[in-house]
């Protein structure tokens, strides 16, 4: 079990509110930067899904989130096999039954988890831009935000198997995860990958041409969202550290100078790299490379050295730019936030840096291994799983809006009315009566 | 959909591995098996990818 969540003092409390009053800049963040990497004939769409997304994610939550996810030294139901417990789901009552609300550590962990959840429940909006019906999405959201995501977070975060890897099979401290690299950030990019293979690609993205650059419709929103996402992000790396990994408040400095230095680190590893390759720095690129390198640091922000940290975000920025055109131009997955670069390779990063770089006070034997068994679950059941859940609920209720939607826009064809409607006119926004 | 459903079996495949060398296992072998059944993963990732690629290459 992740230690020293137990014994909370008010002041440590006190602080890790401050720490979880940050977290909503992220979700904000993300939000801004999905929206202007999309089209701007669904930016209006894409910020409402925004808001209907963290309702849903924060409802599916409230309802039945946590009593899967549970935490740490809280009832859960364990299987005993091959002479160890594997913890494998909480067993909390529905709607905070049995949750005081008060300053109790649990309780501090299901106000972060509600932000959170909805952070993991707006990276899919990337990948599914311009062409993901709202109520699809809403709905999609639902089966993470309630079933998924706190099956996995209740395995990392909640006492669950993986983070008892350390006490019941010697691997280390066990499968660790300060920030939320794989309960929100690996868990949201996989999902984003499983929504972009069945909603398909854009309208005239792959053509026998070859593939067409649709870039995002406003620079400056992406590179506005990055910076908002940045507090937002200190905000859950600290409390996370406090929370799940049993960081005490004088280890915030550090959590909170490796996550910025290796965001900053992550959008030059980017700009230099598309400066290399296409002759020019490229800003949604940079963006892409921030986020993913903030990704990574919340797999690893409270193990390592700024220096490490920083090496990280170097190479996290660079991974990104490389998977966001390899996805594009080599495996036709189109995704125009970049969110499976993004999050889940810049998170599923961070937790092998997490097992690679660690300080040695933080990586007794077999962390590198626990980090593996964390990985390999993330690839080999959250992605199943996702895509699972996407493909039933495509069957039951198409998540692609029509080819007349797409061609009109989302915001026209399922909202009524464009973002911008006094000073971009698109032609091709209008049906032709 | 043969590949679609291979992919998915390789993914579920891969992990049971996993879980079995860390259940069974208590040595450098376990090493040894974690790293394999991430290999499987990759490769039912890889035919995921190639499942979702075919259609495209035909409509093109």
């Not at chain 1, 909390?92 to 429940?121: N, R, T």
């Not at chain 1, 350390?166 to 939320?180: N, S, T, V, Y």
């Not at chain 1, 390999?376 to 069957?395: E, I, M, Q």
Request: charged share 10%.
């Amino acid at each position: 079990m992740n230690g020293g969540a137990s014994d909370f003092s008010a002041a440590a409390a006190a602080v890790v509110s401050l720490c979880i009053l940050l977290a909503p800049l992220a979700l904000t963040g993300l939000a801004i930067a999905n929206a202007g990497l999309g089209r701007s004939r669904s930016a209006s769409h894409a910020m409402l899904s925004a808001l209907c997304v963290i309702g849903i994610a924060s409802l599916a939550w409230f309802v039945c989130g946590f009593a899967l996810q549970g935490y740490p030294g809280r009832p859960a139901h364990s299987l005993a096999a091959a002479g160890a417990q594997w913890n494998w789901i909480a067993a909390e009552p529905l709607f905070f039954g049995a949750l005081p609300l008060d300053g109790s550590p649990a309780a501090l962990a299901a106000w972060l988890q509600i932000f959170s959840v909805g952070l993991a429940a707006l990276i899919p909006l990337g990948a599914g831009a311009d062409r993901w019906r709202l109520g699809a999405a809403c709905v999609s959201t639902a089966l993470l935000a309630g079933w998924t995501y706190p099956l996995f977070a209740h395995w990392v975060w909640g006492g669950g198997w993986l983070a008892q890897l350390g006490a019941q099979h010697g691997l280390g401290r066990g499968f660790q995860d300060p920030g939320g690299a794989s309960s929100i950030q690996a868990v949201g990019g996989l999902t984003a990958l499983a929504v972009a293979w069945i909603v398909g690609p854009r309208r005239g993205k792959f053509s026998a041409e070859g593939t067409a650059a649709i870039p995002g419709h406003n620079a400056v929103l992406v590179a506005f969202g990055a910076l908002l996402a940045l507090p937002g992000w200190i905000g859950i790396n600290a409390a996370g550290s406090m929370l799940f990994a049993g960081a005490v408040p004088g280890a915030l400095p550090l959590v909170a100078i490796n996550t910025t230095l290796a965001a900053g680190m992550g959008a030059l590893a980017a700009a230099a790299m598309t400066r290399v390759r296409f002759g020019r720095p490229d800003a949604s690129l940079c963006a892409n490379g921030w986020f993913g390198a903030l990704a990574a640091s919340s797999g690893c922000c409270l193990f390592v050295a700024p220096a490490a940290a920083a090496l990280i975000g170097l190479v996290a920025g660079a991974l990104v730019a490389y998977s966001v055109e390899l996805l594009d131009l080599r495996l036709g997955v189109d995704d125009p936030g970049g969110s499976i670069s993004q999050h889940a390779v810049g998170g599923i990063w961070g937790l092998l840096a997490g097992g690679l770089f660690a300080r040695a006070a933080w990586a007794p034997a077999g962390q590198f291994l626990a980090q593996l068994a964390g990985i390999a679950t993330l690839l080999g059941f959250v992605l199943p799983v996702s895509y699972g859940l996407n493909l039933l609920l495509n069957r039951v209720y198409a998540q692609r809006v029509s080819a007349e939607g797409e061609w009109q826009g989302l915001d026209l064809y399922e909202l009524g009315a464009g973002a911008y409607p006094e000073f971009v006119i698109h032609r091709e926004d209008f049906p032709q009566r | 959909m043969l590949l679609k459903t291979g992919g998915v079996f390789f993914l579920l495949s891969g992990w049971a591995i996993v879980l079995a060398a860390l259940a069974l296992l208590r040595s450098a072998a376990q090493g040894g098996f974690v790293a394999a059944g991430l290999a499987v993963e990759l490769g039912g990732l890889g035919m995921l990818v190639r499942a979702h690629m075919a259609p495209r290459a035909r409509g093109r």
